[in-house]
């Protein structure tokens, strides 16, 4: 069994074996065939079914019955006529008189509900029964004229009208009973006969169906024939012709709710059974509310449980038998994709899509974002309804179903500017890798329309043809789109075999269309099935059925509104541990090559202050967020779990086998690949990644196609001014990072190892050694390459008001960069972490960041807490606070209070010391004398350089003198050893 669908209704089974089929987005006609043409008099089953109709073409009867396809619609045809007041409606079937056969109205707005289940009120305006002996069509003849008119006169060809006059301008609804009434839901079979010409077309045997019906208005005047055509409409025809082998030709005309008109031609399909309707969504995806655009398979001939938990759409577009009145444009009902009702009124003309100022935004800044990390895309548009958002993989394919392009796509509620949220991914769930100019395309619909085929095994003619009417489609007007190849629903469940055609025998050739421009839907691409009255074997995919024997197949059209593509750029993320795990030193100019020589390696250092969890970081010599690597000619590493790095040491990776010239005795961590050389000679890279593919290190040296797509330089993790001159070692000879384990992200600090090359290049250079024992190798492989340890001495400041007037503040307080900045902890970034450094003794950090509203006269006081929490002892420590504005140094802060440590005699004593202690352990005199403290007034010209602008006066003190303390030892724990803490302290008071 053939069939069209537009928002299908699932088949029902008679006892003839008979199923049932939905005609998806058929919306009624607003022309003609352009195959046939006719002088239309009247509106009805004359409209589908003409004199002139092609050879072979049949007949579907008009149905009312109480059961429903799929459940969702109701198995009924409402038809809608719009009149204005006083104008006549003249009705007519080969039902009436016949058993319960009637035809009944409806005044405006008495008829309530969802599309396709609507409320019909018990009792009409008006039936045909109340006037007897009209409203009988008994021949074929008399459904080819047209009624008579009312008053007896004129076309007495025609039949005897029932009629009902228009009380108010507005929308009637028209049912149509068969000689088994409005609550029947018995199997008929219909003839399907064109030329009616057995008696079974007019009489009992109609059951639940009507043969032969018209629905025409004419004017006030009783006298008149003249016909006012489109006017008649419906949401959904239901049709029945009783068997397969019936084909259908004729035309319907549907218009959507934002204006763009079609025709839609029926070419012989061979549905049986069906619902003719149309919407803007064709199927739902598994979350109910997106358009699948793609098939649904269903375990039977009613497509029911459509695998992947996918659905049918209710219908949603009027659809009419003629060209439309333009009259009845302002008082159809619009509804949304659900069946809801949206609101009343169509535009006269379509609305042409217009999309404008497509930006993506990065999570980085501008069009860049992070590896992994997606963005957000902008862009205005003057329509609600669907966008089609694809992101290019290589900036020419657009496909949206190609595993390595991406596709957004989505409703637009409201018009306006958009925002569309990307998770970074691909159509496979890839991550896009790290690249530049990725091309983005956007298309929204406008006057989108879809026509499923609902069970449809056989099409073999091609069609249906869809004919856009009232614009000129950029991508031309009879153009469609298809896709019946296998998807993965959004709830991720797969549906076919992915990117192939769909089981079933005679699928289409091509499997889809062109994405971007689609197919003419004149020709017969899409024609599918076998030939005859075959391929019913209502069984999901078996090896008899026709390619759309349980499917719902979608075909839809729309009116694109597009602008220029824009570009993207991914780039890498770098890891929190970025200049915590470098890399140090790298031999890549190896003595031998095979793996027991190959002595080629890479030396990691951890410079920071912690241990780190090397587990899943990957080294490798090539941009793997890029898939730009060296593939066979490269390595990988993947450091095991568990791997961890202390302060100060090293991991060693040596390419080639584990023996005894290939050790480095002296790091913590050592692995060997056990394979030739990787790394090559005249130029290749080293990347370093985390465990979350976000860049830790990278350095690269010399040229050529081994050496891959950098890290973007906004990242600034590698300045190549002197890569190429690192090619330059000798075999066996290393390049070195110099000082040891101070990663500057540039090219100049490296240096093939004792050459000396990086000396006036290098801010704080220091020669590099060789400590290798082995051959003529000139590496320091697991070691310092400057000798000596290169110590970092680094001292953290806290600074809390520690006492207003006469109270202690000794509250704890927690910095953060997080909160509002007018919150009582803020502190900017990157000052916020300063007080949680572990080494810090619990509970020392007293005081208050913000100490409220304080006034004139009130003494503030303030203390600055010191740490040094580096790799070496800080000497020469010299401390300067500016006193802050609007405050006075109080000079005699603390006279009286010893000790001190040389400052004059009875001096005033503002300024304190303390290490090691939460109280002071010295006080210092404000003037220049033998102790450490000095005050220095406003402007004075002596203030030091460092303590930068003096306005409101400088409070300096050497912390480190010889040999009081000569030196503020390294942390090495909370609080230990004690003489590496303390805090300089002075009082000021509110001007």
């Given amino acids: 069994m053939s069939l069209l669908l537009k928002g299908l209704l699932a088949a029902h089974k008679n006892p003839f074996n008979r199923y049932r089929k939905l005609l998806g987005s058929l919306a009624l006609s607003l022309c003609v065939l352009s195959s046939w043409t006719h002088t239309a008099q009247a509106e009805g089953s004359r409209t589908l079914y003409p004199s002139t109709a092609p050879a072979g073409s049949s007949r579907a009867n008009l149905e009312w019955r109480t059961d429903t396809y799929g459940g969702l619609v109701l198995r009924r045809t409402l038809l809608k006529v719009y009149a204005n007041q006083g104008e006549y409606i003249l009705l007519g079937s080969s039902a009436v008189g016949v058993g319960s056969g009637n035809i009944r109205v409806y005044n405006p707005n008495r008829v309530s509900g969802s599309i396709g289940s609507e409320t019909i009120p018990t009792t009409p305006d008006f039936q045909c029964s109340s006037q007897p002996g009209r409203g009988v069509i008994s021949t074929r003849q008399q459904e080819l004229n047209g009624p008579r008119a009312i008053s007896g006169t004129g076309n007495p060809n025609g039949y005897i009208p029932c009629y009902y006059q228009a009380p108010s301008p507005g929308v009637y609804d028209i049912v149509f009973y068969g000689p088994d009434g409005g609550n029947a839901a018995n199997n008929v079979a219909p003839t399907g006969e064109i030329n009616l010409s057995s008696?079974?077309?007019?009489?009992?045997?109609?059951?639940?169906?009507?043969?032969?019906?018209?629905?025409?208005?004419?004017?006030?005047?009783?006298?008149?024939?003249?016909?006012?055509?489109?006017?008649?409409?419906?949401?959904?025809?239901?049709?029945?012709?009783?068997?397969?082998?019936?084909?259908?030709?004729?035309?319907?005309?549907?218009?959507?709710?934002?204006?763009?008109?079609?025709?839609?031609?029926?070419?012989?399909?061979?549905?049986?059974?069906?619902?003719?309707?149309?919407?803007?969504?064709?199927?739902?995806?598994?979350?109910?509310?997106?358009?699948?655009?793609?098939?649904?398979?269903?375990?039977?001939?009613?497509?029911?449980?459509?695998?992947?938990n996918v659905s049918l759409a209710r219908p949603q577009y009027a659809t009419f038998f003629n060209p439309i009145d333009s009259n009845v444009i302002p008082y159809i009902d619009r509804y949304k994709s659900d069946g809801t009702l949206e609101g009343i009124g169509i535009p006269l003309n379509p609305i042409i899509p217009e999309v404008k100022n497509l930006q993506f935004n990065g999570t980085v800044t501008g069009n860049n974002s992070s590896f992994g990390t997606?963005?957000?895309?902008?862009?205005?548009?003057?329509?609600?309804?669907?966008?089609?958002?694809?992101?290019?993989?290589?900036?020419?394919?657009?496909?949206?179903?190609?595993?390595?392009?991406?596709?957004?796509?989505?409703?637009?509620?409201?018009?306006?500017?958009?925002?569309?949220?990307?998770?970074?991914?691909?159509?496979?769930?890839?991550?896009?890798?790290?690249?530049?100019n990725y091309k983005v395309s956007i298309r929204t619909f406008g006057g989108e329309y879809h026509f499923p085929l609902l069970d449809a095994e056989n099409n073999f003619t091609g069609g249906p043809t869809i004919t856009m009417l009232n614009a000129i489609?950029?991508?031309?007007?009879?153009?469609?789109?298809?896709?019946?190849?296998?998807?993965?629903?959004?709830?991720?469940?797969?549906?076919?075999?992915?990117?192939?055609?769909?089981?079933?025998?005679?699928?289409?050739?091509?499997a889809f269309s062109d994405p971007i421009n689609g197919f003419d839907t004149a020709s017969n691409d899409r024609k599918f099935?076998?030939?005859?009255?075959?391929?019913?074997?209502?069984?999901?995919?078996?090896?008899?059925?026709?390619?759309?024997?349980?499917?719902?197949?979608?075909?839809?059209?729309?009116?694109?509104?597009?602008?220029?593509?824009?570009?993207?750029?991914?780039?890498?993320?770098?890891?929190?541990?970025?200049?915590?795990?470098?890399?140090?030193?790298?031999?890549?100019?190896?003595?031998?090559?095979?793996?027991?020589?190959n002595d080629e390696f890479i030396e990691l250092y951890n410079a920071s202050t912690s241990a780190v969890d090397l587990s899943g970081f990957k080294l490798a010599d090539g941009h793997l967020t890029a898939s730009d690597n060296d593939g066979t000619n490269g390595l990988t590493h993947i450091f095991p779990n568990g791997a961890t790095l202390q302060p100060g040491q090293y991991a060693v990776i040596w390419i080639g086998d584990n023996n005894v010239n290939h050790q480095a005795t002296k790091a913590t961590l050592q692995y060997w690949l056990g394979q030739t050389p990787k790394l090559n000679n005249s130029g290749d890279d080293v990347w370093l990644y985390d465990n979350q593919d976000q860049i830790i290190d990278y350095i690269a040296y010399g040229t050529g196609n081994e050496v891959n797509t950098p890290p973007s330089s906004v990242l600034n993790l590698w300045d190549n001014t002197y890569q190429s001159s690192l090619a330059g070692a000798n075999t066996g000879q290393s390049i070195s990072l110099t000082p040891n384990g101070q990663d500057t992200n540039a090219s100049a600090c490296w240096e093939a190892t004792t050459s000396s090359n990086a000396a006036t290049r290098c801010t704080n250079y220091l020669p590099t050694r060789n400590t290798d024992t082995i051959g003529s190798r000139v590496t320091s492989v697991g070691e310092n390459n400057n000798g000596a340890a290169v110590t970092q001495p680094t001292l953290v400041l806290v600074k809390r008001i520690t006492r207003i007037n006469n109270q202690d503040l000794t509250d704890i307080v927690d910095g953060r960069s997080d909160v509002p900045t007018n919150a009582t902890n803020y502190v900017a970034t990157p000052r916020d972490t300063d007080d949680n450094d572990p080494k810090w003794p619990s509970g020392y950090l007293q005081g208050l960041i913000n100490a409220g509203t304080v006034k004139p006269g009130d003494e503030l006081e303030y203390t600055i807490y010191f740490l040094s929490n580096g790799l070496g002892n800080a000497t020469n420590v010299r401390f300067c606070d500016l006193v802050p504005v609007s405050t006075s140094f109080t000079p005699t802060a603390f006279n009286g209070m010893t000790s001190n440590d040389g400052g004059l005699p009875g001096a005033n004593q503002g300024i304190a010391l303390a290490v090691g202690a939460s109280t002071p352990t010295v006080y210092f005199s404000n003037v220049a004398d033998a102790d450490r403290g000095r005050f220095y007034p406003a402007n004075d010209s002596a203030t030091p350089s460092y303590c930068g602008t003096?306005?409101?006066g400088a409070?300096?003190?050497?912390?480190?003198?010889?040999?009081?303390?000569?030196?503020?030892?390294?942390?090495?724990?909370?609080?230990?050893?004690?003489?590496?803490?303390?805090?300089?302290?002075?009082?000021?008071?509110?001007?």
């Avoid at 694809?390 to 958009?418: A, K, Y």
């Avoid at 079933?504 to 050739?509: A, Q």
Wanted: glycine residues 14%.
């Fill in 529 to 597: 099935g076998q030939s005859g009255n075959n391929g019913n074997a209502n069984k999901l995919c078996d090896s008899t059925g026709s390619f759309g024997d349980t499917k719902g197949l979608d075909l839809w059209t729309y009116y694109p509104g597009v602008t220029q593509p824009t570009p993207l750029n991914i780039i890498d993320r770098v890891s929190a541990n970025s200049g915590k795990i470098i890399i140090n030193e790298v031999l890549y100019k190896e003595t031998g090559t095979s793996t027991n020589t």
């Fill in 955 to 991: 409070v300096v003190v050497n912390i480190t003198r010889s040999p009081d303390l000569p030196n503020l030892p390294k942390a090495t724990g909370s609080g230990t050893p004690t003489n590496s803490y303390g805090f300089v302290r002075f009082r000021a008071k509110v001007k």
């Fill in 473 to 510: 489609n950029p991508i031309g007007n009879t153009r469609g789109f298809y896709d019946d190849r296998g998807y993965k629903t959004i709830g991720g469940t797969q549906v076919g075999t992915l990117g192939q055609v769909l089981c079933g025998k005679g699928p289409p050739s091509p």
């Fill in 199 to 308: 008696s079974s077309n007019f009489g009992t045997q109609q059951g639940t169906s009507v043969a032969a019906w018209d629905v025409t208005v004419r004017s006030s005047d009783q006298t008149s024939t003249t016909d006012k055509e489109g006017r008649l409409f419906s949401y959904y025809l239901a049709l029945y012709t009783g068997s397969n082998g019936r084909n259908l030709n004729f035309p319907i005309y549907p218009i959507t709710t934002d204006g763009f008109r079609y025709k839609v031609e029926l070419r012989g399909t061979d549905p049986n059974g069906f619902v003719v309707y149309g919407n803007q969504v064709g199927f739902f995806d598994s979350d109910g509310k997106t358009p699948l655009y793609h098939d649904i398979l269903g375990a039977d001939g009613q497509v029911a449980n459509p695998l992947g």
């Fill in 374 to 436: 997606g963005g957000t895309f902008s862009f205005s548009s003057n329509v609600t309804g669907t966008y089609e958002l694809i992101i290019s993989r290589d900036g020419s394919n657009f496909d949206p179903s190609n595993s390595q392009n991406r596709l957004l796509r989505g409703g637009m509620t409201v018009t306006g500017q958009q925002s569309v949220s990307w998770d970074g991914k691909d159509n496979s769930g890839n991550f896009f890798p790290v690249g530049s």
């Fill in 950 to 952: 003096n306005i409101n």
